[in-house]
């Protein structure tokens, strides 16, 4: 499948199993915070399938946030590339820091 055959895919899932009838913005937010903390354990255990799942995990979770927000997630990344890529600043510790 390519990508947008998946994310059609994960919204026909979240509507099948009532998630998009019944969760809420926020409880879907929390469970993206869920899967983030999974996602920060897997890379202190250096684990590459864990990694893997993880970052899958939020990905299917922000597609339901999306669709929740009647919006979708190319027209967010969309908009924040649109911001990023004026975006200046420098790398300190290993983080970029955008100028203010």
Do not use: H
Not at 2 to 25: M, Q, R
Not at 57 to 72: E, F, N, R, S, Y
Request: glycine residues 4%; proline residues 1%; negative net charge.
């Amino acid at each position: 499948m390519d990508y947008f055959e998946l994310e059609c895919a994960v919204e026909s899932w979240a509507k099948e199993k009532g998630i998009l009838d019944n969760a809420t913005p926020m409880k879907q937010a929390i469970k993206t915070q869920e899967e983030l903390t999974e996602l920060i354990n897997a890379i202190v255990d250096d684990n590459r399938e864990e990694i893997i799942d993880a970052i899958g995990d939020i990905m299917v979770t922000l597609i339901i946030q999306a669709k929740m927000q009647g919006l979708t997630i190319e027209e967010c990344l969309e908009s924040a590339y649109n911001v990023i890529s004026k975006r200046t600043g420098k790398m300190v510790n290993g983080l970029f820091v955008k100028d203010k």
